[in-house]
């Protein structure tokens, strides 16, 4: 719910995809995640409100 032509992106970012997908356990974590997300996965939401707009999201890790 936005803005006439405006458009919402959901985004999830994940540490060591392919790692994970082969058994193997993730070696960083992100800092300020949702409650309900694992510590290798962060999400957010990013609203541009007209084309060309340009937006920064910042996610910040440790590794393990």
Do not use: I, M, N
């Amino acid at each position: 719910p936005g803005a006439a032509g405006a458009a919402e992106l959901q985004l999830v970012l994940e540490a060591d995809a392919e790692r994970r997908r082969a058994g193997q356990a993730a070696r960083a974590a992100f800092l300020g995640r949702g409650p309900a997300d694992p510590e290798h996965r962060t999400g957010a939401s990013l609203e541009l409100p007209r084309q060309r707009e340009r937006r920064c999201v910042r996610a910040a890790f440790r590794l393990h």
